[in-house]
């Protein structure tokens, strides 16, 4: 390749992959598959290493650069870093409300925007030119630490801003975050490695941005959200707060999708509680809502006191962390033998929901921690994760608690445990074959809704039924009868005709559902569609060399041994065959190469309720014959697929004169 060809594939590279960064972290509307995303990156190191003088500073491949540093340098900020004053009832949110209406001397209800608090760290960020130049964090207000370095690792973060008029030089402020999941993930693999674990995402986020190594940073999976403009040249500022947020997410910033325009204080209060109700469903954590008036004028009226806006205020949601006492703990078999220190608490209210049980992780954390029956211990309750105990309150000790020794024998079918050497769990050392809890624990995830989804069977009807010695494993369910589901406790007639026309309907399933439901240790949801998509049939991932398996994305040596010993132990081949002769069915994926993809080139969009199959299944399918799916209609879509109730997207095809195809079009589409 010539230096003039090199010169300009990069420059496509780098706009395809800023506008799929921008499709995935702004708009949660990826277009293509993250291994088409990684294929293309590799593409762009291949030609900038062979042509090192055309890589550019915000290169996509230049997240991770430079020397650990010495010392954060300071940075002083332009405009300081304020502040909010915090709310924790309604009666200070209108207090605040009539201030605001006082200052500003009148009675017209005002507009708010209303926003959700992340609970991470404040930064800023500057932009020459459009392109990333300093981060900062807020320090005291006043002179905060230079984390550039830092900061450019985030995926999320444009490095350099994208569409019309962008200011020569702009300040943008917002909040980095750890999302649950790879706070999780983080604690998990720092706990195997026997490395310090974070109490907190708060805590998890400040600790990553302050490693000197961007390496180190790089590789903690830190987001970004966008809140404000502090210092900006020539720009012409919009009028209201609003409209500066929607021009950042139009420059390629995140800025949150739960942002909304409220009417008075009312209207602040009613967001309260609806983000409340969301919280435990968020992928993040949220520590209240920001509520600031909308309109720029006014809020330069309203000005600032000491350190604080008066035209904002963050109305706080009470402490998700309490400190109960410890009343006993017992071990809950998992369906992998695994068993896990479960906490039963005083019962104490933490944001709201009265919690009386937590988890302890296992037994290596318990005797790390020290934790003893009887302890005064500090519960945290996260989302919608189950609550933790996090720590132990030593100085409220009385010398009467009693350490916890390790079980020597399972509490489900009373086998000794076993702890194998490098690993932190104890374990039932019977087989899921041989101990009950293990057995309820495997039915219970086959049947989860992510799996076969089988309605109305839920934790406590499978426990009841593997106790009743009804079901002795999965293949059992679709024996049941309603005469004999009809003789278990609180089960009518009706209801046991339902399950049995649940399970009935669960046998028609997908392969991706079936391999995750056969509970294969680390084959979550997403390593089981990646495989089956991969291999296309049961049988051919039977008989998958290591080699084949590690083929797939997402799957290592750990999970490829993991598949290839479930598959070499004869009773799961037999509950496999006796699932099909069961009636268990499930079409073969079709693996097709990406240019004999029959419906390659196209895209569609989704949208309203189909009969048949999920939105999900839908997309599922279109994507195995080569097809995009998108979130929403352009002039670039194919087709527009609406099921029942369509609404917006079905006018704007229309408007388009984009081709729209029902549930029969969608069927003759994917059979041809
Ligand atoms: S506005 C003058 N908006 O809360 C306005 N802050 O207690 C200052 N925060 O340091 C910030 N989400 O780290 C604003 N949507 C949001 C926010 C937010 C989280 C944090 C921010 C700030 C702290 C103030």
């Not at 702009?170 to 195997?192: C, H, S, T, W």
């Not at 005797?367 to 933790?388: E, N, T, W, Y």
């Not at 290591?546 to 509950?575: C, H, M, R, W």
């Not at 087709?639 to 029902?662: F, H, M, Q, R, T």
Request: net charge negative; with cysteine.
């Amino acid at each position: 390749m010539s230096i003039k060809v090199a010169r300009q594939r990069l420059k496509t590279l780098v706009a395809d992959l800023e506008e799929h960064s921008y499709r995935y972290y702004v708009l949660d509307d990826p277009e293509i598959p993250d291994a088409q995303f990684d294929a293309l990156l590799h593409e762009l190191i291949e030609i900038e290493s062979k042509y090192p003088e055309l890589v550019s500073a915000n290169s996509p491949s230049q997240r991770v650069g430079g020397q650990p540093l010495d010392k954060f340098t300071q940075v002083k900020h332009e405009l300081p870093m304020l502040s909010l004053n915090n709310a924790f009832d309604a009666d200070t949110m209108h207090a605040f409300g009539e201030r605001v209406l006082d200052r500003l001397q009148t009675e017209q209800e005002i507009e708010y925007v209303a926003e959700p608090k992340l609970d991470g760290l404040a930064i800023s960020i500057i932009y020459q030119q459009g392109e990333y130049h300093q981060a900062a964090t807020r320090g005291d207000g006043t002179t905060g630490e230079d984390v550039t370095l830092n900061v450019r690792t985030i995926d999320a973060l444009p490095l350099r801003l994208r569409g019309k008029n962008i200011p020569p030089r702009l300040e943008v402020r917002g909040e980095i975050y750890m999302p649950l999941v790879g706070f999780d993930a983080y604690n998990k693999q720092a706990e195997k490695n026997g490395e310090k674990t974070f109490a907190n995402p708060r805590n998890a986020a400040a600790g990553s941005l302050r490693q000197l190594d961007p390496a180190i940073a790089a590789s903690r999976p830190l987001a970004i959200f966008a809140y404000s403009v502090g210092v900006s040249d020539g720009w012409d500022m919009p009028a209201t707060h609003y409209e500066v947020l929607q021009q950042l997410q139009a420059w390629g910033l995140p800025v949150s999708s739960l942002i909304k325009r409220v009417q008075g204080i009312s209207g602040c209060l009613n967001y309260y509680e609806e983000i409340a109700e969301q919280r435990a469903k968020l992928p993040y954590d949220i520590d209240g809502v920001v509520l600031k008036v909308n309109d720029l004028q006014q809020q330069e009226q309203l000005g600032f006191v000491s350190r604080a806006p008066r035209w904002a205020i963050a109305q706080k949601f009470p402490a998700q962390e309490v400190v109960t006492k410890l009343l006993e703990v017992e071990f809950q078999v998992g369906r992998t033998g695994a068993l896990t220190p479960v906490a039963r608490l005083e019962p104490v209210s933490v944001g709201g929901v009265t919690v009386s049980n937590a988890t302890l992780h296992n037994m290596d954390e318990l005797q790390r921690k020290d934790i003893r029956v009887g302890d005064q211990v500090v519960i945290r309750r996260a989302g919608d994760v189950i609550p933790q105990v996090t720590g132990v309150i030593a100085s409220k000790r009385s010398g009467k608690e009693k350490p916890i020794p390790a079980p020597t024998t399972c509490p489900a079918c009373g086998s000794d445990t076993i702890q194998p050497e490098d690993e932190v769990e104890i374990r039932c050392s019977a087989s899921a074959y041989e101990c009950d809890g293990q057995r309820a624990e495997a039915i219970k995830h086959f049947a989860a809704r992510r799996a076969l989804d089988v309605s109305g069977l839920g934790n406590k009807l499978v426990e009841q039924l593997v106790s009743e010695g009804l079901i002795k494993s999965c293949v059992d369910l679709f024996h049941l009868t309603t005469e004999q589901l009809v003789t278990l406790e609180r089960m009518g007639e009706k209801s046991a005709a339902n399950l049995v026309n649940a399970l009935e309907q669960a046998k028609h399933t997908t392969l991706p559902r079936f391999i995750y439901a056969l509970g294969i240790h680390e084959v979550g949801e997403a390593t089981a569609l990646g495989v089956a998509q991969h291999f296309g049939s049961l049988q051919k991932l039977q008989q998958a060399t290591t080699e084949q398996l590690e083929e797939v994305d997402d799957v290592g040596p750990v999970v490829a041994k993991n598949i290839q010993e479930y598959f070499s132990l004869e009773s799961n081949q037999e509950l496999i065959t006796a699932l099909q002769s069961a009636g268990l069915e499930w079409p073969d994926l079709e693996v097709l190469e990406p240019e004999n993809a029959s419906l390659a080139g196209n895209t569609y969009v989704i949208t309203g309720k189909f009969s048949e199959l999920t939105r999900n299944e839908i997309k599922a399918s279109l994507q195995s014959l080569g097809a995009k799916v998108a979130g929403s209609v352009s002039s670039k879509t194919t087709a527009l697929i609406a099921g029942e109730k369509a609404g917006s997207k079905l006018s704007k095809a229309n408007d388009l004169g984009i081709p729209v195809y029902d549930e029969q079009q969608l069927n003759k589409l994917l059979d041809s």
